[in-house]
């Protein structure tokens, strides 16, 4: 047992590992507990057991094992760690658990296993577990099939990957052992319910017996789809759902959430089989045999090798030749159906790789459909269908367009069959308008085809594509159908079944469905069941109708079509009819007058026909009778002007106000045109033009006019339609305009002889030009070389410009329009691509013969040569060519390889030129001819590898990205280990791949790749690779990424991870969705567009006024909105139900939960360089709970237009919302940060303008940012100040300075030294200049961490390349020594000389000699909605949890102020920042509330001069409007406090008035405490104000300065005579006070003042106080640090250091008094760190030594008062061994041996200083004695004098104090002036009263010795008969300063102050003459009061400001109405 003792005593780590079982078994328990117990995953106790894990599942005792196990569970379940040790321990489970006999034991082991996977390790997992499975110990292999079994059950198929578990499935049914295959066997029936069928493939070869009871199995099987059980800890969120629906019954979203789930494609979990190599050898020969059965055996050999579901990739160009060869050529159809069932089944083998090959097999087998033979047929089109699963249609569209006008209607019934089966297997995103447009086109040929089984090819082909993309996207190209048709194709659209059996988009007609249950390809607004069937499928099928804010038809699900939606048409109408429609409707005196000879009657009844016109509906206009009417004799012929004018503005109207088709523009378009050239008429023919534009679309419009115009021979007519064609396109915009039907009249012009013509042709070239760009001139270039002179010079105008937005918009298109832009292709869909298509193509498939492609392939280079060039003059004399190009590629990618480089590089100059020649067309030979010209990037050579990235860009310009990204091709490159091609193609990938913003999902195949080459062993692969990282991860995710690495092997995975994370910091964010511009799309009327964006964000109004939906809640509210807006209040009303109520909901204590989640990193922390998708999720899910649905939807969507419509609602609302804005606040700032990174201007200002009127609220509000909302917006406002355009950046700076209005700027100030080190250059300069600005308006303290930290970052700018950045640096230093004086250059370290030249030229120049003062006038009155609404709001409401920090306020005020008073933007008088302002006209109103608001106290400041001379007023209470106006006293305190340090004089006065009323008053002195450190920054800034900015300001009063620094220094004076209060003051404080107090006694400016000198002596006396009273360790170590900074500072004046030494003296005397209160490890860290910066060496070498014998002094004095107990209290100090302070202290005591046996005499001389060692005490008084009896004598005196100097200079611890003790005052003062006169003499210095600590005057004062009986009462009385004659009260309480004789004083009294001795002994030689000298000069100074001039009293309404007297009026008036 003695063993047993000895390792219970054992930390639980070290059982664990014990030799011993019990020990080990033990150590388990314990750990269980432990681990059970610690409740942080993140505990660094669970380190300790990180190695131990595997050792507790594989012990090798199984009682131990047993709870090991347990163990083990409990650690991988709770650890964060637990991670790390996967792979070991589910290993060592495998291994060691799976074959114990215990069955608990496997059961744990499987949990652990299942755990892991919990904690996203389910591939490491998975992987142990297959290994398992090849162990020879079936026990494992069972429990290993049942784990995998259990995973897969619980978890489901998306987190345990089943197709590695399918492949080694089969192996396992033919185990010998019985229980591995009935393992295996529930293990299959388990994977059959997660893919159900795709699991028959993989198994069809197992044992018979085997799959039919598989099969019996399977049947019993439940047939709804299973669900996830267990949750990993990411998928939180999803379990949290599938409980809900639990709870609440399966609703309609959870079935879609599963419906993924069961598609596991069955061709993924299959093995790919290789082919090619099994070929036959001689089949190129049999296949090309004359013998059809040769041809035969060859096809039957491939046939049963293409069999094989899955194929390897390979080159199967050869085969597929041959094989198309035998389609298109062999006249044996048995062979032809063979052949194409060979490729049949090599597309769907191959998939996505057989792509490549299908442009060359479709042609071939579209026309191959010529034949009848159903069974070749058949094949064909079993073919064709395979290879369109390959492949898009876009790619095939060509290829299918091309037979539909062949004359073999078999051929053509067969292409609309094809494309109807192809559009079953679309979706709308995959047939965007592109591409249905030309199809459609084709098919409504057919349509109307004689051929019956054509035309029912053709509808059914329509209808299938009306189902899938909906009516609504199909109608516009149906307008020319007649009824029936339209019907026949909407029935073959309710017969389709859609591929998978999906419902179609949006729904025709007869879709009764409800619209929640539309594709899900349609983008579902809402989930969950539709609230209202109509209303939801309005959101759908109107989106793009409603996008525009233009009246949708109606709504969506049951929509009938009104007429608005089509072109409106009608049928000619006969003359007669003519006339009785118009009959109807105009008054019969008009009709009779029309054709009147006389012109006055024809006007006359012109004007009467207008009056009915503008009379009439739009329904009731017959529009075609009465243009009819107009064109009746003389119709166009009307010879006088004024009725011609009359009659063209009347057509302009009927087409503008009626339902105008083209019938009607018909008849008018000839007689416009033919006045369109006449001067008087020009302008409203013109006018009528525009009007028929916009009713029958501007393409039809102008196609018309300008075709009329030219037929005709009037040049004016033709250059005026001209003219007004470009002024049309830029109005309508250039969507659908027919630009091939223009040409050919542009050049009729070009060549015509009136230059006017000529002139217009050009002009309109150069519009076309913004739109098309530089295609269009290859139009033209047959053209004479001065016309194409003319043409580029127009072209060159336009160049830069973009086109403006479209201004009109045709009504029938408006709703087509719509949805045009969202489906706008990613690869360049729009404009230039629709240009490239109206070139004019050749085909040049027949040049290319098979003699040239022979002698391309040819054995000898020169005649490969010849070929090429052949080939390349094809080209380029066709221009412009088709797609189809026969041969040609499969030729020219042989020489891509070519073994001469010369060809290979002629190859790519010809594919380039191929590029350009074929367009768009080019993507269908990306797979053939692309991919090849990549694997040429692999060249050794640099030449011919540029060659390849020049052509390979070519390619892109014309493809766009999306053809080379699909499939594997582009992983196979990368897979070669080419270096060259590695680097060259990484590159390329990271240089496109940010500009896309999305990526087919097979880049996810290079990603194992990309990770080889991380580790490629050429460093310039692996660098490539490391920059295309991140462009990767922004289209994969991180998470994918990183689940790749995952597979691995540990040494690289480690590596990877970690790029991985540093990739993901720098990921750059997708770009945004393209600004939509073109004809149409803008709005039609901005100023109704702009109405309806204000009052109804994207709500549509209905046609005939009905509210679609419900009626809208409160519609009220709704209807004032109307009200508010341009439009009608009516039309308010017809928002969508939801948009009525309010935006944000106010949800209680929401940001305070978010704030706590993301402290708890529950949620990602905002910080991003661009935002990822993971970031806008989050955003989405948290705006969720406080935002509008409908404007959340607005906000996340696509389309920038109505990013602008919600910010336009969220503008309206922010003053009606506001409280419920702050609520969301946080929220709001982060979608803001978003759109910062958009690339859209528009929605830029848009943001800018919202923010600006945000912040104007939340300071109105009196609300301050937290630090999380700071952090998540700040850093972003500030990367938009490097904008480049001047009118964004202008708005940042302005909502920059704003901000500081809601942040401290000390705050910000880090934000903007983190925006200077952006790469952005504007945005470096900006950020400098904003912080120039805050140094500027709130001085140094504004600079975070530390100023010299700060200017340090800031001056290295000077040195920058950008001159804007150097300006920047150099002012924003400039504006620190504006500040702070000299003192810059210590701040700004070291600079280059150049730079240190700069900047010390620009501070010459720039520097301010009087920096400019608050300015006096008072700005205008601030306007009154700057005033907070509520009188109780007027002071800061301060967030909860800014409470701590107590000087937050004080700062903000005070830099607020300073910055307004930089800029003199604000009232410079009271000038109270606006947080503190009253609002009086509000006050005023108020009657109700009565609240007494006392006097202001006012001070009678100018007595103050006086040191100590601040007189009493009444006690009297804190003024009560502290209370009525504030929620606490601290908050007053603070608001007062932070008044001290304003940049107005008076605002600071009157704030030290009042704290000094609150420091005088016993009872109420107590509520300074706290506020104390807070109080003395304030003063010291003010100090700090004064001396740098108001005492060099000639525009201020001089006496106002004097009376500012009185009240500090009787402020300061009074806080130090509170021995409590005076004990608050930090260290820090006391020392910025003390470098405050002794620069103002050194200023020579304060001196020349009048009564200046006055103020040195009541600084000389506040010194003193401040020495006594402060706490005395904190007062020594401030006094040590501020001697050393001043020591450190070369530049700092030697009278400071030599004033600071005095002050360290006079406090080493008290230390006898003091030494048991003061925290001696403190001073002596003080001490330690002054000899670090110090050192013994150091100190010796500066100019003084007085700086060393004080620190000698003080740590003597130390020891002598303490012992050796001293040396215990080094405790602070951290390598004391290094310390030059113990060393001294030890050699102090070697020295006087034990020095604690020294007894000093305390009682006489307390703080005696310890005299040099090297004389007697005997002696020493012997020699002093000497000298006095020499002072004391008459003719010795001055001798004496010298001597004693002398003395004192050499022992300057000597202590003369018993020799003056018993002497009077006078000789005392005396003896010090004498010896003062000596130092001046000796020293030469100018002025004597700077040598001492307290300054005096001159010794010549003219003094008695009979003054030293004078009393002290004699004194007052002499004041009191002074302040009579002034005509002041002694006792008025309004003077504030009068104290009356029965009050108790709270200062002392001038005569306890002139007769007590101060409490400090030891000082009394000094303070006795200083007083005495006091005593003097205050009662000369008041002689020369009385006989001079008289004491300038203050009274109350001495000279203040105008604005401040209103101020009082205004309360006085106040009080008088509350009274």
């Known amino acids: 047992m003695g063993d047993d003792s000895e390792w219970l005593k054992l930390p639980t780590d070290q059982k664990c590992e014990h030799k011993v079982w019990k020990a080990r078994l033990n150590g388990y328990e314990e750990a269980l507990k432990l681990f059970q117990r610690i409740k942080d995953e993140k505990s660094p106790e669970w380190g300790k057991y990180l190695g131990l894990i595997k050792k507790f599942v594989t012990d090798s005792n199984a009682v131990a094992q047993l709870k090991g196990l347990e163990a083990a569970l409990a650690f991988v379940e709770n650890a964060h760690v637990a991670t790390k040790t996967t792979g070991e321990v589910v290993s060592g489970v495998v291994c060691k658990v799976f074959n114990q006999p215990k069955a608990r034991a496997k059961e744990l082991g499987s949990d652990i296993c299942l755990m892991y996977i919990e904690i996203e390790k389910a591939e490491v997992v998975q992987d142990e577990l297959l290994k398992g499975l090849d162990n020879k110990n079936p026990k494992i292999v069972v429990a290993c099939i049942e784990a995998l079994r259990r995973a897969l059950s619980e978890f489901g198929s998306k987190i345990v990957t089943l197709k590695p578990v399918v492949?080694?499935?089969?192996?396992?049914?033919?185990?010998?052992?019985?229980?591995?295959?009935?393992?295996?066997?529930?293990?299959?029936?388990?994977?059959?319910?997660?893919?159900?069928?795709?699991?028959?493939?993989?198994?069809?070869?197992?044992?018979?017996?085997?799959?039919?009871?598989?099969?019996?199995?399977?049947?019993?099987?439940?047939?709804?789809?299973?669900?996830?059980?267990?949750?990993?800890?990411?998928?939180?969120?999803?379990?949290?759902?599938?409980?809900?629906?639990?709870?609440?019954?399966?609703?309609?979203?959870?079935?879609?959430?599963?419906?993924?789930?069961?598609?596991?494609?069955?061709y993924e979990l299959l093995e790919a089989v290789e082919v090619l190599s099994k070929m036959p050898k001689d089949f190129?020969?049999?296949?090309?045999?004359?013998?059809?059965?040769?041809?035969?055996?060859?096809?039957?050999?491939?046939?049963?090798?293409?069999?094989?579901?899955?194929?390897?990739?390979?080159?199967?160009?050869?085969?597929?030749?041959?094989?198309?060869?035998?389609?298109?050529?062999?006249?044996?159809?048995?062979?032809?159906?063979?052949?194409?069932?060979?490729?049949?089944?090599?597309?769907?083998?191959?998939?996505?790789?057989?792509?490549?090959?299908?442009?060359?097999?479709?042609?071939?087998?579209?026309?191959?459909?010529?034949?009848?033979?159903?069974?070749?047929?058949?094949?064909?089109?079993?073919?064709?269908?395979?290879?369109?699963?390959?492949?898009?249609?876009?790619?095939?569209?060509?290829?299918?367009?091309?037979?539909?006008?062949?004359?073999?209607?078999?051929?053509?019934q067969q292409a609309s069959l094809f494309l109807a089966r192809s559009f079953r297997h679309c979706v709308q995103a995959t047939l965007p308008k592109s591409v249905l447009k030309p199809l459609c086109a084709a098919l409504i040929k057919q349509v109307n085809d004689s051929a019956p089984e054509v035309r029912d090819a053709a509808f059914e082909a329509l209808g299938t594509a009306m189902k899938v993309v909906g009516e609504k996207a199909v109608n516009p190209f149906l307008t020319d159908l007649d009824k029936l048709k339209l019907d026949k194709i909407k029935e073959?659209?309710?017969?389709?079944?859609?591929?998978?059996?999906?419902?179609?988009?949006?729904?025709?007609?007869?879709?009764?469905?409800?619209?929640?249950?539309?594709?899900?390809?349609?983008?579902?607004?809402?989930?969950?069941?539709?609230?209202?069937?109509?209303?939801?499928?309005?959101?759908?099928?109107?989106?793009?109708?409603?996008?525009?804010?233009?009246?949708?038809?109606?709504?969506?699900?049951?929509?009938?079509?009104?007429?608005?939606?089509?072109?409106?048409?009608?049928?000619?109408?006969?003359?007669?009819?003519?006339?009785?429609?118009?009959?109807?409707?105009?008054?019969?005196?008009?009709?009779?007058?029309?054709?009147?000879?006389?012109?006055?009657?024809?006007?006359?009844?012109?004007?009467?026909?207008?009056?009915?016109?503008?009379?009439?509906?739009?329904?009731?206009?017959?529009?075609?009778?009465?243009?009819?009417?107009?064109?009746?004799?003389?119709?166009?012929?009307?010879?006088?002007?004024?009725?011609m004018q009359m009659k063209l503005h009347v057509v302009a109207l009927i087409a503008q106000r009626g339902q105008f088709s083209r019938t009607s523009a018909s008849v008018v378009l000839d007689g416009l045109v033919d006045k369109v050239g006449d001067v008087k008429c020009g302008g409203n023919a013109k006018e009528g033009l525009t009007a028929i534009g916009v009713a029958c679309s501007l393409p039809w419009t102008a196609e018309q006019v300008v075709s009329m115009a030219f037929a005709q021979k009037n040049p004016k007519n033709q250059a005026e339609t001209l003219n007004w064609l470009s002024n049309a396109m830029k109005e309508f915009g250039f969507t659908g305009i027919n630009v091939k039907g223009f040409i050919n009249n542009v050049k009729t012009a070009l060549g015509a002889t009136n230059p006017a013509v000529r002139t217009a042709a050009i002009a309109l070239l150069g519009v076309m030009y913004l739109y098309m760009g530089a295609p269009l001139r290859m139009f033209f270039e047959d053209e004479k070389p001065a016309l194409l002179a003319q043409i580029d010079v127009e072209f060159e105008k336009m160049q830069g410009q973009s086109p403006p937005a479209p201004i009109r918009c045709n009504k029938k298109a408006a709703e087509e329009?719509?949805?045009?832009?969202?489906?706008?292709?990613?690869?360049?869909?729009?404009?230039?691509?629709?240009?490239?298509?109206?070139?004019?193509?050749?085909?040049?498939?027949?040049?290319?013969?098979?003699?040239?492609?022979?002698?391309?392939?040819?054995?000898?280079?020169?005649?490969?040569?010849?070929?090429?060039?052949?080939?390349?003059?094809?080209?380029?004399?066709?221009?412009?060519?088709?797609?189809?190009?026969?041969?040609?590629?499969?030729?020219?990618?042989?020489?891509?390889?070519?073994?001469?480089?010369?060809?290979?590089?002629?190859?790519?100059?010809?594919?380039?030129?191929?590029?350009?020649?074929?367009?768009?067309?080019?993507?269908?030979?990306?797979?053939?001819?692309?991919?090849?010209?990549?694997?040429?990037?692999?060249?050794?050579?640099?030449?011919?590898?540029?060659?390849?990235?020049?052509?390979?860009?070519?390619?892109?310009?014309?493809?766009?990205?999306?053809?080379?990204?699909?499939?594997?091709?582009?992983?196979?490159?990368?897979?070669?280990?080419?270096?060259?091609?590695?680097?060259?193609?990484?590159?390329?990938?990271?240089?496109?791949?940010?500009?896309?913003?999305?990526?087919?999902?097979?880049?996810?195949?290079?990603?194992?790749?990309?990770?080889?080459?991380?580790?490629?062993?050429?460093?310039?692969?692996?660098?490539?690779?490391?920059?295309?990282?991140?462009?990767?991860?922004?289209?994969?995710?991180?998470?994918?990424?990183?689940?790749?690495?995952?597979?691995?092997?540990?040494?690289?995975?480690?590596?990877?991870?970690?790029?991985?994370?540093?990739?993901?910091?720098?990921?750059?964010?997708?770009?945004?969705?393209?600004?939509?511009?073109?004809?149409?799309?803008?709005?039609?009327?901005?100023s109704r567009a702009a109405s309806a964006s204000r009052s109804q964000p994207a709500g549509d109004d209905l046609p005939d006024g009905k509210p679609e939906g419900k009626k809208i809640r409160g519609g009220g509210g709704a209807a004032k909105k109307g009200a508010a807006s341009k439009k009608p209040a009516a039309k308010g009303l017809k928002d969508d139900e939801d948009r009525s109520g309010p935006i944000f909901v106010l949800v209680p204590n929401a940001k305070e939960q978010r704030i706590k989640e993301e402290k708890q990193l529950k949620i990602l922390k905002w910080n991003f360089i661009t935002p990822r998708d993971e970031y806008v999720e989050q955003l989405k899910t948290q705006m969720s709970t406080c935002f509008a649905k409908w404007l959340q939807d607005e906000l996340f969507h696509f389309d920038f237009q109505r990013h602008v419509k919600a910010i336009g609602v969220?503008?309206?609302?922010?003053?009606?919302?506001?409280?419920?804005?702050?609520?969301?606040?946080?929220?709001?700032?982060?979608?803001?940060?978003?759109?910062?990174?958009?690339?859209?201007?528009?929605?830029?200002?848009?943001?800018?303008?919202?923010?600006?009127?945000?912040?104007?609220?939340?300071?109105?509000?009196?609300?301050?940012?937290?630090?999380?909302?700071?952090?998540?917006?700040?850093?972003?406002?500030?990367?938009?100040?490097?904008?480049?355009?001047?009118?964004?950046?202008?708005?940042?700076?302005?909502?920059?300075?704003?901000?500081?209005?809601?942040?401290?700027?000390?705050?910000?100030?880090?934000?903007?030294?983190?925006?200077?080190?952006?790469?952005?250059?504007?945005?470096?300069?900006?950020?400098?200049?904003?912080?120039?600005?805050?140094?500027?308006?709130?001085?140094?303290?504004?600079?975070?961490?530390?100023?010299?930290?700060?200017?340090?970052?800031?001056?290295?700018?000077?040195?920058?390349?950008?001159?804007?950045?150097?300006?920047?640096?150099?002012?924003?230093?400039?504006?620190?020594?504006?500040?702070?004086?000299?003192?810059?250059?210590?701040?700004?370290?070291?600079?280059?000389e150049k730079d240190m030249s700069m900047l010390e030229e620009r501070i010459k120049r720039s520097a301010k000699k009087t920096p400019a003062a608050p300015a006096k006038q008072s700005a205008p009155e601030r306007t009154q909605r700057e005033h907070p609404t509520n009188p109780n709001a007027t002071f800061l409401r301060k967030p909860s949890q800014e409470d701590p920090n107590k000087l937050k306020i004080m700062y903000r005020t005070y830099r607020?102020?300073?910055?307004?008073?930089?800029?003199?933007?604000?009232?410079?008088?009271?000038?109270?920042?606006?947080?503190?302002?009253?609002?009086?006209?509000?006050?005023?109103?108020?009657?109700?509330?009565?609240?007494?608001?006392?006097?202001?106290?006012?001070?009678?400041?100018?007595?103050?001069?006086?040191?100590?001379?601040?007189?009493?007023?009444?006690?009297?209470?804190?003024?009560?409007?502290?209370?009525?106006?504030?929620?606490?006293?601290?908050?007053?305190?603070?608001?007062?406090?932070?008044?001290?340090?304003?940049?107005?004089?008076?605002?600071?006065?009157?704030?030290?008035?009042?704290?000094?009323?609150?420091?005088?008053?016993?009872?109420?002195?107590?509520?300074?405490?706290?506020?104390?450190?807070?109080?003395?920054?304030?003063?010291?800034?003010?100090?700090?104000?004064?001396?740098?900015?108001?005492?060099?300001?000639?525009?201020?009063?001089?006496?106002?300065?004097?009376?500012?620094?009185?009240?500090?220094?009787?402020?300061?004076?009074?806080?130090?005579?509170?021995?409590?209060?005076?004990?608050?003051?930090?260290?820090?404080?006391?020392?910025?006070?003390?470098?405050?107090?002794?620069?103002?006694?050194?200023?020579?400016?304060?001196?020349?003042?009048?009564?200046?000198?006055?103020?040195?002596?009541?600084?000389?006396?506040?010194?003193?106080?401040?020495?006594?009273?402060?706490?005395?360790?904190?007062?020594?170590?401030?006094?040590?640090?501020?001697?050393?900074?001043?020591?450190?500072?070369?530049?700092?004046?030697?009278?400071?250091?030599?004033?600071?030494i005095k002050c360290l003296w006079r406090l080493i005397r008290f230390l006898p008094e003091t030494i048991n209160t003061i925290n001696l490890d403190r001073i002596l860290l003080d001490v330690h760190n002054f000899m670090k910066v110090f050192p013994k060496e150091k100190l010796k070498q500066l100019k003084s030594d007085v700086p060393h014998r004080t620190l000698k002094t003080l740590l003597h004095t130390l020891c002598k008062l303490t012992g050796t107990k001293i040396l215990d209290h080094l405790s602070m100090i951290e390598n004391r061994n290094e310390s030059e302070l113990e060393a001294h202290l030890r050699r102090v005591f070697k020295h006087?041996?034990?020095?604690?046996?020294?007894?000093?005499?305390?009682?006489?001389?307390?703080?005696?200083?310890?005299?040099?060692?090297?004389?007697?005490?005997?002696?020493?008084?012997?020699i002093l004695s000497e000298i006095f009896k020499k002072i004391g004598s008459k003719e010795n005196t001055k001798e004496g004098l010298t001597e004693l100097y002398e003395y004192k200079q050499k022992y300057s611890d000597a202590d003369v104090e018993p020799f003056l003790k018993n002497t009077s005052q006078f000789f005392q003062s005396y003896v010090e002036r004498g010896l003062r006169i000596i130092e001046s003499e000796r020293e030469?210095?100018?002025?004597?009263?700077?040598?001492?600590?307290?300054?005096?005057?001159?010794?010549?004062?003219?003094?008695?010795?009979?003054?030293?009986?004078?009393?002290?009462?004699?004194?007052?009385?002499?004041?009191?008969?002074?302040?009579?004659?002034?005509?002041?009260?002694?006792?008025?309480?309004?003077?504030?300063?009068?104290?009356?004789?029965?009050?108790?004083?709270?200062?002392?009294?001038?005569?306890?102050?002139?007769?007590?001795k101060p409490s400090v002994a030891s000082s009394t030689d000094m303070l006795h003459s200083k007083l005495s000298q006091l005593k003097e000069s205050r009662e000369l100074y008041q002689q020369e009061q009385n006989t001079h001039s008289p004491t300038h009293a203050s009274t109350r309404s001495a000279s203040p400001a105008a604005n401040l007297d209103d101020l009082k009026k205004r309360l006085e008036r106040i009080k008088s109405n509350r009274q």
Not at 169 to 194: C, G, H, M, N, T
Not at 574 to 591: I, N
């Open 1884 to 1956: 030469g210095k100018a002025r004597i009263q700077t040598s001492t600590v307290i300054p005096q005057h001159s010794v010549d004062s003219s003094l008695s010795s009979s003054q030293e009986d004078l009393k002290p009462a004699v004194y007052y009385e002499r004041l009191k008969i002074l302040r009579q004659r002034q005509g002041l009260e002694n006792t008025s309480r309004q003077q504030g300063v009068g104290g009356s004789e029965d009050e108790p004083q709270q200062r002392p009294s001038i005569s306890s102050l002139l007769s007590s």
């Open 284 to 412: 190129y020969e049999k296949i090309e045999a004359k013998k059809w059965q040769e041809r035969k055996e060859a096809l039957e050999a491939i046939e049963v090798l293409t069999k094989n579901p899955k194929l390897e990739n390979g080159d199967y160009g050869d085969l597929v030749r041959a094989l198309k060869k035998v389609v298109g050529k062999d006249a044996n159809v048995m062979l032809v159906s063979l052949a194409a069932k060979c490729l049949a089944a090599l597309a769907a083998g191959l998939r996505k790789k057989f792509g490549t090959y299908a442009g060359q097999v479709v042609p071939t087998i579209l026309e191959k459909f010529k034949e009848k033979k159903p069974q070749v047929v058949q094949a064909l089109q079993e073919a064709i269908d395979a290879i369109f699963l390959t492949t898009t249609l876009q790619n095939l569209s060509e290829d299918v367009l091309g037979v539909m006008d062949n004359k073999n209607p078999s051929i053509k």
């Open 167 to 266: 492949k080694v499935l089969p192996k396992q049914f033919e185990s010998r052992e019985k229980a591995v295959r009935d393992e295996a066997k529930l293990l299959a029936v388990e994977i059959y319910r997660w893919i159900r069928d795709a699991l028959r493939p993989p198994l069809q070869n197992i044992n018979s017996v085997q799959l039919k009871d598989l099969e019996e199995e399977w049947v019993k099987l439940p047939s709804s789809p299973p669900k996830q059980t267990r949750f990993l800890r990411s998928q939180q969120d999803l379990k949290a759902k599938f409980e809900q629906q639990a709870q609440g019954g399966d609703q309609s979203d959870g079935d879609d959430e599963d419906e993924p789930v069961a598609a596991v494609d069955p």
């Open 1456 to 1700: 607020i102020q300073a910055r307004q008073n930089a800029q003199h933007s604000e009232s410079s008088h009271p000038s109270i920042p606006k947080e503190f302002q009253l609002d009086l006209d509000m006050i005023e109103m108020d009657q109700s509330r009565v609240c007494e608001l006392p006097d202001l106290v006012q001070h009678k400041l100018d007595e103050l001069l006086e040191p100590i001379m601040i007189p009493e007023r009444k006690m009297r209470s804190v003024s009560p409007q502290f209370d009525d106006l504030h929620n606490s006293t601290a908050s007053t305190i603070n608001f007062v406090i932070s008044q001290v340090a304003s940049g107005d004089i008076n605002t600071s006065i009157q704030a030290l008035a009042q704290i000094d009323e609150v420091l005088r008053q016993e009872d109420k002195a107590e509520v300074m405490s706290g506020h104390i450190d807070q109080f003395l920054i304030a003063t010291f800034m003010q100090l700090r104000l004064i001396y740098s900015t108001h005492i060099a300001d000639d525009r201020l009063d001089k006496k106002d300065i004097i009376k500012l620094y009185s009240c500090i220094i009787g402020n300061i004076l009074s806080l130090f005579s509170i021995e409590s209060l005076a004990k608050e003051a930090s260290m820090g404080v006391l020392k910025d006070l003390m470098h405050g107090v002794i620069t103002l006694l050194l200023d020579s400016r304060v001196e020349d003042i009048e009564d200046g000198q006055q103020v040195i002596r009541s600084v000389n006396l506040l010194v003193i106080r401040v020495l006594e009273s402060s706490d005395q360790t904190n007062m020594i170590s401030a006094l040590l640090v501020l001697l050393q900074d001043t020591l450190v500072t070369t530049a700092g004046s030697p009278m400071f250091s030599e004033l600071v």
């Open 817 to 1086: 329009e719509g949805d045009d832009g969202d489906e706008q292709d990613e690869d360049g869909g729009g404009g230039g691509q629709d240009i490239m298509d109206l070139l004019p193509r050749t085909d040049i498939s027949d040049k290319i013969t098979s003699d040239l492609v022979s002698k391309i392939e040819d054995k000898n280079w020169k005649i490969r040569k010849e070929g090429l060039d052949e080939a390349a003059a094809v080209i380029s004399d066709a221009k412009f060519v088709t797609a189809n190009i026969g041969e040609l590629p499969l030729a020219l990618k042989g020489r891509l390889n070519d073994s001469n480089k010369i060809l290979v590089q002629q190859t790519l100059t010809i594919l380039q030129q191929l590029a350009v020649a074929m367009g768009p067309g080019l993507k269908q030979h990306v797979k053939a001819l692309g991919i090849p010209i990549i694997t040429v990037l692999g060249d050794s050579k640099t030449n011919v590898r540029t060659a390849a990235m020049n052509t390979l860009q070519a390619w892109v310009e014309q493809t766009g990205m999306k053809e080379w990204l699909e499939g594997e091709d582009l992983s196979e490159e990368l897979r070669r280990e080419n270096p060259f091609l590695r680097q060259e193609l990484l590159g390329w990938l990271a240089e496109k791949l940010p500009t896309l913003r999305t990526v087919p999902a097979d880049l996810m195949l290079c990603v194992p790749q990309l990770y080889a080459c991380l580790e490629d062993r050429n460093g310039d692969v692996r660098k490539k690779a490391q920059d295309a990282l991140p462009t990767f991860m922004m289209h994969l995710g991180h998470d994918k990424m990183s689940k790749a690495a995952g597979k691995l092997k540990p040494a690289s995975k480690d590596q990877v991870v970690a790029m991985l994370e540093k990739a993901r910091a720098v990921m750059p964010a997708k770009p945004a969705a393209p600004a939509k511009t073109g004809g149409g799309k803008g709005s039609a009327e901005p």
């Open 1210 to 1392: 969220m503008i309206e609302r922010l003053e009606t919302e506001s409280d419920a804005t702050i609520s969301c606040l946080d929220l709001i700032m982060k979608w803001f940060t978003l759109r910062f990174f958009d690339t859209n201007t528009t929605v830029l200002m848009k943001v800018l303008e919202y923010l600006k009127l945000l912040f104007a609220m939340l300071n109105r509000e009196n609300y301050h940012l937290t630090e999380y909302e700071a952090n998540s917006f700040v850093p972003y406002v500030i990367l938009k100040v490097g904008e480049s355009k001047d009118v964004v950046r202008k708005d940042v700076r302005a909502i920059l300075a704003m901000l500081c209005k809601v942040y401290p700027a000390s705050k910000v100030f880090p934000f903007l030294m983190e925006g200077t080190k952006s790469k952005n250059s504007k945005q470096r300069a900006e950020c400098l200049e904003e912080l120039g600005c805050l140094i500027e308006g709130y001085g140094m303290n504004v600079c975070q961490p530390t100023p010299a930290k700060c200017l340090k970052e800031i001056a290295v700018h000077i040195g920058d390349r950008d001159t804007s950045v150097r300006n920047a640096a150099l002012n924003t230093v400039v504006a620190v020594y504006n500040v702070c004086g000299e003192q810059v250059y210590k701040l700004i370290g070291n600079l280059s």
């Open 492 to 643: 073959s659209a309710d017969k389709v079944e859609l591929a998978g059996g999906k419902k179609g988009a949006g729904g025709g007609a007869s879709d009764k469905k409800p619209a929640a249950k539309a594709s899900a390809e349609a983008p579902p607004k809402s989930s969950g069941p539709p609230k209202k069937t109509q209303s939801a499928a309005a959101s759908k099928s109107s989106a793009g109708a409603a996008k525009k804010g233009k009246p949708a038809s109606a709504a969506g699900g049951k929509t009938k079509k009104t007429s608005d939606s089509k072109e409106f048409t009608e049928t000619e109408l006969s003359p007669e009819v003519c006339e009785d429609l118009a009959a109807g409707v105009l008054p019969a005196s008009c009709l009779q007058q029309l054709d009147s000879a006389n012109w006055k009657e024809r006007l006359a009844s012109m004007e009467e026909f207008q009056k009915a016109v503008e009379t009439l509906d739009k329904a009731a206009m017959p529009c075609q009778a009465l243009v009819r009417m107009l064109a009746k004799k003389p119709g166009w012929k009307e010879t006088n002007f004024q009725v």
């Open 1792 to 1822: 006087h041996g034990n020095m604690s046996g020294v007894k000093s005499d305390r009682g006489n001389e307390k703080g005696g200083l310890h005299m040099d060692d090297r004389m007697s005490k005997a002696k020493v008084s012997d």
